[in-house]
């Protein structure tokens, strides 16, 4: 402590004094300006008669000055941090920040740890924004590589995807590169969520990119810990389970591109991932190819075989390919007859509502267990971390993460299951069949297909066949025609039938009045040796009757007399309807109307054009691409997001053709307008990134607005570096005295822009 006395002269009165308290550094009384001074409190002082020449003596008031020392701060701060006191910690940090600036290194990553193992979201804020304003205060030496790993993973297991990838890109900047059996289980916990499974693919594709086409010599003892980075297999699948689980179909095709170029090895799991993408973005031709690593392979479970056959029978029907999809049924059949000598009636009798719901709840309870183990496992404390120094229990970690994320995109509609290792179709693809050939109007096909199921399936009763049930599902549609036509295909075929089929649709024919349909339809069952009931008489006397035709009412009842008939077969009929729609079993019938009622129309030749545009971009043949898309619009077919995300992206490649990605951005959002095209965050980010890339900030900004009305997730960090990147030095320093309108549109824009991205 140190007494300042305050000096006076004369004989004055001193009503008060105050004492105050000084805190510094040291007892230095150079250094007492840079005290901070509080005041404590206020006391009267009696008068006292002052001596001019004692002037100096005079006691005015008493001031107390306290320092404090930043190794005494410091010591403070870290027993802070051992005991938990979270709170008192950042103040003393605080404290530390005003008087000194940052604390030493091993201070600073001490509270940076200690507040990322507390797993709460204030703390880790907080330490996220100590490292950010370290960083931009250029004082990245005093954070440690583990350390930030170490946030970046706490910061992903919490939720906060956009954080941990900004401390992972952070680290890559700083070149204190992490390996990947870290980073991967970072990915792994970003891949949760959508932004995550987003950001995790865009890591993998910014850090492989480093190692294309052979950047970096493995050989060189430099390069040790840039090779340890470079990302492995688990790295690859966790961001492709990520983007399949969250419809990012065309980024996870950026990342199988870009495989073969940095040399990752592939596996089983990474196989049956890219039959599931070569599915959703209709790459038959590649699905093709990739069956036959699939036959040849022997590490494959029953669900990843099913999984991958799933893929390949839905592709086929994407493609409007009813041959090679009815092909691929009776194939199963017959292989399936033959391992088990009969297939039985299990096929259409069999509940795959059930079997789905079971597997659903199976695997429901397979998530939550996993997500209780992950809660209820103990949180990984620092010093455990930095002991693991291969980080092989995060590598463990990563693995398990994936099986949750492959086990969540895997629980979807069903085609085929498997029983003992064989593959049988469910109900599911009959019905997507059925519907596709009579939507083509197939009916011969259609025919020829059922029978042949009914020949590698046990014999059934007539009236209860897949084909008997389409044709009642046709007449409950109003498919008035197509019943008659499968009828005639049947008889052709030597197929025989009941008389409740001929009945319903005679009865269908009266209540439209098409007399001409019913007198061939009565001529088609008596060739067919069919005999109608009473009810299909009933309803042609009284069809006669609306009609004025007397006679043939009443020549209809003689016959109907002479022939003894009972009203048997509505209640026949009735009882199929019923126990095809009302119980339980998911009966061929019902699930047919259901599909055909719910169900839309897919338009075909789209898949194969995008084909046709996909190669000619990946080739950069951009010409050849515009002139099929021309031929695509010539045709009537409708282009779509990934239409034009293989243009933009082409454009890209190609480079400088900024132009013609704003001629195509018009056409999208006319379509978008007029024709209800929907616009997707992968299509609006490439087209975002040729914007940026090419200054066009006005575009830009239209594309920013149409994301956040869709309340898109935008990678601003991205954008932010892209723009330092290419416009650094623009709107810089004072705008130009004479500039025209488009050039002062362009510059509010750019500044419009920069302040969006975090730049102001």
């Known amino acids: 402590m140190m007494l300042v006395r305050k000096l006076r002269y004369g004989n004055l009165k001193v009503p008060y004094a105050r004492q105050a308290v000084f805190s510094c550094s040291n007892l230095d009384a150079a250094r007492v300006p840079r005290c901070k001074i509080t ?88 330490a996220y924004d100590l490292v950010i304003k370290a960083i931009n205060e250029h004082k990245q030496n005093l ?23 900004t401390v992972l890109r952070k680290l890559v900047e700083t070149e204190q590169f992490p390996p990947v059996t870290a980073w991967a289980a970072i990915l792994a916990y970003m891949s949760q969520t959508s932004a995550g499974a987003y950001l995790a693919a865009e890591l993998v594709l910014e850090i492989g990119f480093m190692f294309q086409d052979g950047r970096v010599d493995p050989r060189k003892k430099s390069n040790k810990h840039l090779i340890a980075m470079k990302p492995n297999t688990t790295a690859v699948n966790i961001a492709l389970a990520g983007c399949l689980l969250f419809e990012k179909n065309r980024k996870a095709e950026q990342i199988l591109d870009m495989i073969p170029r940095i040399g990752v090895k592939t596996d089983v799991t990474m196989l049956i991932m890219m039959g599931h993408l070569y599915e959703r973005n209709g790459r038959r031709d590649e699905l093709k190819k990739l069956k036959r690593y699939i036959d040849e392979a022997h590490d494959l479970t029953d669900s990843q075989f099913r999984e991958f056959y799933n893929c390949l029978l839905s592709c086929h029907l994407k493609f409007g390919d009813l041959e090679s999809a009815s092909h691929m ?12 000598n009969s297939l039985g009636m299990s096929t259409f009798t069999f509940d795959v509502t059930t079997i789905d719901e079971i597997d659903s709840q199976e695997n429901l309870t397979l998530e ?81 297909f059922l029978v042949n199921v009914e020949k590698e399936d046990s014999p059934v009763s007539p009236d209860s066949s897949p084909l008997i049930q389409v044709i009642n599902t046709c007449i409950s549609l109003g498919w008035l025609d197509q019943a008659h036509d499968l009828l005639d295909e049947m008889r052709v ?98 699930k047919l109307l259901q599909e055909i009622k719910d169900g839309q ?69 006319v379509l978008g307008f007029y024709h209800g095209m929907k616009f997707d965050q992968e299509l609006l980010d490439s087209v975002l990134y040729t914007f940026v890339r090419g200054g066009f900030f006005i575009r830009a900004n239209e594309v920013v607005e149409m994301m956040e009305k869709g309340k898109m997730f935008v990678d601003k960090y991205k954008y932010r570096t892209l723009f330092l990147k290419y416009h650094k030095t623009f709107c810089k320093g004072k705008p130009p005295k004479f500039q025209t309108e488009s050039q002062l549109n362009r510059r509010e824009a750019a500044l419009t822009f920069k302040k969006w991205v975090g730049l102001f």
């Open 329 to 340: 049924v009776l194939e199963m059949l017959r292989k399936a007859k033959k391992a088990r």
């Open 368 to 448: 939550k267990s996993t997500h209780a183990e992950a809660k209820e496992q103990p949180v990984l404390t620092y010093e455990d971390f930095c002991a693991d120094r291969k980080f092989s229990s995060l590598e463990a970690e990563a693995k398990e993460q994936l099986k949750t994320l492959i086990m969540k995109f895997q629980t979807r509609l069903q085609l085929i299951t498997t029983e003992h290792g064989i593959l049988q179709p469910t109900e599911t693809i009959f019905v997507k069949l059925v519907k596709a050939f009579l939507e083509s109007n197939k009916i011969n096909e259609l025919v020829q």
């Open 39 to 126: 005041w404590c409190q206020t006391v009267d002082l009696p008068p006292k008669i002052i001596h001019p020449w004692e002037s100096f003596s005079t006691v005015a008031s008493t001031i107390l000055v306290q320092a404090r020392d930043p190794a005494k701060l410091s010591e403070e701060l870290q027993n802070a941090l051992d005991e938990q006191r979270l709170t008192d910690a950042w103040n003393l940090h605080e404290q530390h920040m005003n008087m000194e600036g940052f604390p030493r290194k091993s201070v600073v990553n001490k509270v940076l740890a200690t507040f990322a193992q507390s797993l709460e979201r204030q703390w880790l804020d907080r």
């Open 493 to 590: 075929c030597g197929v025989k039938t009941g008389s409740s089929v001929y009945s319903s649709l005679l009865k269908a024919y009266c209540k439209e009045n098409r007399s001409t349909e019913v007198k061939s339809l009565v001529k088609d069952a008596r060739k067919a040796g069919v005999q109608l009931d009473a009810s299909s008489y009933e309803a042609m006397i009284e069809s006669r009757v609306v009609g004025n035709d007397t006679q043939g009412a009443l020549n209809l009842f003689k016959e109907m007399k002479e022939n003894k008939l009972v009203k048997s077969g509505q209640q026949e009929f009735e009882n199929l309807v019923n126990g095809c729609v009302g119980s339980g079993e998911a009966k061929l019938m019902a």
């Open 601 to 669: 129309t897919i338009d075909c030749g789209v898949h194969d054009w995008n084909n046709v545009i996909h190669f000619f971009c990946r080739k950069r043949l951009m010409q050849d691409a515009e002139k099929a898309l021309k031929k695509m619009k010539s045709l009537g077919h409708a282009p779509n997001a990934q239409t034009f995300h293989s243009l933009v992206t082409g454009y890209a490649a190609v480079g400088g053709k900024y132009t013609e990605v704003t001629e195509r951005w018009g056409e999208m959002k």
């Open 143 to 165: 954070l440690e590589k583990e350390t930030l790993i170490y946030l970046s993973l706490c910061l992903a297991r919490y939720g906060l995807p956009v954080n941990a990838a």
